[in-house]
């Protein structure tokens, strides 16, 4: 049990899913796993743990933005041993080709600020995603038919932005999407030597201002559930 987790030791399984929002825990648990447990709702923030394909999976919200994320996933890895870490979330598409229900797994997370910064100093970090679950995560897509990008994204502090020559100049450099917590993401991953992954789905697009509509968001997120997991447990 943490602060913020009030899970007991042994609740949490080694690979830990993280959409942002509880809710969706709550869905993509009961959808995707087997005997799925509730393990923690402190603060409403829920996380489940079942078994997918006879593995243990925890799915746990993450809250929105750096900061929240941060509290749960270092006390998932510090406290609980997580060590496969994948963010399964919406973003806001930057670039013509990226259209609403594509799948973006993101190299890398370009941000203004990770709760890192502060030691950080100087040094500008480069957050990079773990290259096995990349990979394996392709595969899965490219196996489904599912229409994928791969590149790098941009980790948000706000969701109503002020500064639109900022996200010109992020889709000027070939930065595919927007989202708010990925650089964070992946960042503590390679402070504690685990594998991290965020697959998004585009939800929105910031050119177009095209909306994914409501009852389509449950199919691509079931997308980006079963990507994520194959990503997990694969062996190549
Ligand atoms: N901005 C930040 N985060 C997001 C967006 C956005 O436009 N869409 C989905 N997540």
Redesign the pocket.
């Given at each position: 049990m943490t602060v913020h987790i009030g899970a007991k030791p042994g609740d949490i399984a080694e690979t830990v899913l993280m959409p942002g929002d509880p809710y969706r825990a709550k869905w993509a648990a009961e959808t995707f796993l087997d005997k799925p447990k509730l393990i923690n709702d402190v603060r409403g923030m829920l996380g489940f743990t079942g078994t997918w394909n006879g593995h243990p999976v925890t799915i746990h919200g993450s809250g929105m933005g750096m900061p929240s994320l941060s509290i749960y996933v270092n006390e998932l890895i510090r406290d609980f041993g997580a060590k496969t870490l994948i963010r399964i979330g919406?973003?806001?598409g930057m670039q013509d080709d990226v259209k609403v229900r594509d799948v973006i797994l993101a190299m890398t997370a370009s941000s203004i600020s990770t709760p890192s910064l502060g030691f950080f100093r100087e040094v500008n970090f480069a957050p990079t995603a773990d290259w096995s679950l990349l990979s394996a995560a392709f595969k899965a897509a490219e196996k489904r038919g599912t229409p994928t990008h791969v590149g790098g994204i941009y980790s948000?502090d706000v969701?109503y932005d002020e500064r639109p020559d900022l996200n010109e100049q992020m889709t000027r450099h070939g930065v595919l999407a927007?989202?708010?917590e990925a650089a964070e993401l992946y960042t503590l991953a390679a402070r504690y030597g685990c594998r991290a992954l965020a697959v998004l789905t585009v939800?929105?697009h910031?050119r177009t201002g095209e909306a994914l509509p409501s009852d389509d968001r449950e199919r691509s997120f079931g997308d980006m559930v079963e990507i994520a997991l194959e990503a997990a447990f694969s062996n190549t």
């Amino acid at each position: 049990m943490t602060v913020h987790i009030g899970a007991k030791p042994g609740d949490i399984a080694e690979t830990v899913l993280m959409p942002g929002d509880p809710y969706r825990a709550k869905w993509a648990a009961e959808t995707f796993l087997d005997k799925p447990k509730l393990i923690n709702d402190v603060r409403g923030m829920l996380g489940f743990t079942g078994t997918w394909n006879g593995h243990p999976v925890t799915i746990h919200g993450s809250g929105m933005g750096m900061p929240s994320l941060s509290i749960y996933v270092n006390e998932l890895i510090r406290d609980f041993g997580a060590k496969t870490l994948i963010r399964i979330g919406s973003c806001g598409g930057m670039q013509d080709d990226v259209k609403v229900r594509d799948v973006i797994l993101a190299m890398t997370a370009s941000s203004i600020s990770t709760p890192s910064l502060g030691f950080f100093r100087e040094v500008n970090f480069a957050p990079t995603a773990d290259w096995s679950l990349l990979s394996a995560a392709f595969k899965a897509a490219e196996k489904r038919g599912t229409p994928t990008h791969v590149g790098g994204i941009y980790s948000s502090d706000v969701f109503y932005d002020e500064r639109p020559d900022l996200n010109e100049q992020m889709t000027r450099h070939g930065v595919l999407a927007v989202e708010m917590e990925a650089a964070e993401l992946y960042t503590l991953a390679a402070r504690y030597g685990c594998r991290a992954l965020a697959v998004l789905t585009v939800s929105d697009h910031l050119r177009t201002g095209e909306a994914l509509p409501s009852d389509d968001r449950e199919r691509s997120f079931g997308d980006m559930v079963e990507i994520a997991l194959e990503a997990a447990f694969s062996n190549t």
